[in-house]
């Protein structure tokens, strides 16, 4: 006899092949992961603005790569990768923007937590501010490395590069950011 | 590490997340649906356009009627007649000639017990299921639900087990016949009828909650109780979870709610299927600390695990939940899957010792595990 029983984290399989994600499973899938995406999103991009378009655009993303997704490795994965390359579009547009004169920049003293202090805010708007002129590519690079704290080959993966290319990005933008953000 | 690599590592942990709430997610997920439907989608996908219309239609995931491209698709790929392992899951089954069982939230649990040209038969094990069946009176289609049984000969119904374990069987289309023991009735389309729960194995599902709300069959299944009380109640066990949540906090339901599991689950479960994961909290860790011999209470430590670490990215506290589980488990049957939670949690705690630790307590306990893969890969053993 089959027994077919429903999962949070195990999301569908179909007999023999590859698992794929049934229409049923978006509820679920997004109610998982959706807090998950819009964290990654809004530390790589430091504005709570820009988070609800890009969760929308991961998922949309995911439903249209639903047939070749392998839902056997934990989706985890899948979806930090997707909003990085997501972000990465957004992070180009407003590059693109601020250099034709729409973008005026942010403050970012925001992104700390509520008891974190002056100083440490000051040092967090800084340091976004710093990344806001940094090249995209090497941005997001530091950004997996430093902030979220991703292994090398991580990093690689997520902003699908070589590992020698993305340590050599990881390494540009940091002496960048020496140079502005110094001691902190 | 430079001054900068320090300083990145502090900041790190004084970063906010962003604000994250119901809301929120529902206009969020309200977008993807409707950017789906409005043929972004279609003009890569067009086989998916019938989906994307019951999406928008519908603001759920599945129709009441029709099939979507999923279920279309899986009719070719009908389940043998084989033990699937718990890692293989699926949200719904196709069945051989079409029919479709799909399941309702979380804990759902539905076995094809005879997949025949002419006979099909299902058992529902826990939560509840949906079922659209294909008319065909040379076949004859029951569902089993504990020791109510239901025939059908083409239509669209829903058996569910309620929170007190009783057994409510709605029909959208066509009629359905009933029968529990001597009893049988008829339900039509708009009706409804409740069982008490008799002996079934709903009444050891982890998932399913007591309650003193006990009702007599009736064709509304309405509970007697005083309305203005259980109003949250009889929402929540309609599925209405949405409506539960406002109806549990307009109701001032908090102060009110019984120390008592059966209640304590389905708060939990009202809290967590509206998009509330944090309003879950309270009373799961009231289930495990006040009524630990209970055999709800490693449901409630497991699925205490699940929000901790799924929803809310307590990872460390996740990892000592789910290690409770075990001790609370008498049956058995979380602790596979409550230690491999833990050493997922640990993992993602940044304790790798610790999910080493596990990983190989799991090893040792579970040679053959479902979860042997992603816990080696996890717990560092590979």
């Keep these: 006899m089959t027994h077919v029983a429903a999962s949070r984290t195990r999301l569908s399989v179909v007999q023999g092949g590859a698992a794929k994600p049934s229409a049923s499973t978006l509820d679920a899938l997004f109610r998982q992961h959706a807090r998950f995406v819009g964290g990654i999103a809004y530390r790589i991009l430091g504005r709570d603005g820009e988070i609800d378009d890009v969760v929308q655009e991961v998922f949309l993303e995911t439903l249209r790569a639903a047939d070749r997704l392998d839902l056997t490795q934990p989706p985890q994965g899948w979806f930090a990768t997707v909003t990085v390359r997501v972000a990465a579009k957004r992070l180009r547009r407003r590059r693109m923007r601020k250099l034709l004169g729409f973008d005026t920049g942010a403050t970012y003293e925001h992104m700390a937590t509520p008891d974190a202090s002056p100083e440490t805010r000051a040092q967090i708007s800084r340091l976004y501010c710093a990344l806001d002129d940094l090249p995209p590519a090497e941005r997001l690079a530091w950004t997996l490395r430093h902030i979220e704290g991703e292994q090398l080959d991580a990093v690689a993966e997520r902003c699908a590069c070589s590992l020698a290319t993305a340590k050599r990005r990881i390494a540009a933008a940091h002496s960048r950011l020496q140079k502005v953000v110094g001691h902190g | ?382």
């Excluded at chain 2, 944090?278 to 799961?284: N, R």
């Excluded at chain 2, 670490?309 to 979380?334: K, Y």
């Design chain 2, 1 to 382: 590490m430079d001054e900068l690599s320090r300083a990145s590592e502090k900041l790190r942990s004084s970063l906010s997340d962003p604000e994250w709430n119901g809301e929120r997610e529902h206009a969020i997920l309200a977008g993807v649906k409707r950017e789906w439907s409005n043929g972004q989608a279609r003009r890569r996908w067009p086989a998916l356009a019938a989906a994307a219309v019951l999406l928008v239609a519908t603001g759920t995931v599945l129709a009441i009627e029709g099939r979507s491209f999923w279920s279309a698709k899986k009719v070719a790929e009908a389940p043998a007649m084989g033990t699937v392992t718990q890692q293989e899951v699926s949200r719904e089954v196709v069945l051989r000639d079409g029919s479709i069982a799909r399941l309702i939230g979380e804990n759902s649990a539905v076995r094809v017990d005879k997949d025949e040209p002419a006979f099909v038969s299902l058992t529902l094990l826990s939560g509840g299921a949906h079922f659209d069946v294909t008319h065909n009176e040379q076949r004859a289609f029951h569902v089993l639900a504990g020791d109510v049984v239901v025939e059908v000969v083409g239509t669209i119904f829903r058996v569910e087990y309620t929170a007190d374990l009783a057994i409510r069987v709605s029909v959208d289309r066509g009629r359905v016949k009933v029968q529990q023991g001597s009893r049988t009735a008829e339900v039509a389309a708009g009706d409804s009828i409740v069982f008490p729960g008799g002996p079934s194995v709903a009444a050891k599902d982890p998932a399913a909650a007591g309650n003193a709300d006990d009702s007599p069959p009736s064709p509304s299944g309405a509970s007697s109780a005083d309305p203005a009380r259980t109003r949250w109640r009889a929402l929540a066990r309609d599925g209405q979870y949405e409506a539960a949540y406002d109806a549990f906090n307009r109701e001032g339901a908090a102060a009110l709610l019984p120390d008592e599991p059966g209640a304590l689950l389905l708060a939990a479960d009202v809290a967590r299927l509206s998009g509330h994961p944090a309003d879950a909290v309270a009373p799961l860790r009231k289930l495990v600390a006040h009524h630990r011999a209970d055999p709800r209470a490693a449901a409630g430590a497991f699925t205490l695990g699940k929000v901790l670490l799924d929803d809310l990215g307590r990872a460390s506290e996740a990892a000592r939940t789910f290690a409770q589980v075990s001790s609370l488990d008498s049956a058995g049957s979380l602790s596979e899957d409550a230690l491999s939670h833990e050493v997922e949690a640990w993992a993602r705690a940044g304790e790798d010792r610790r999910a080493h630790e596990r990983a190989a307590a799991y090893v040792a306990r579970f040679p053959n595990g479902a979860h042997l893969r992603m816990v080696r890969k996890v717990g560092g053993l590979d």
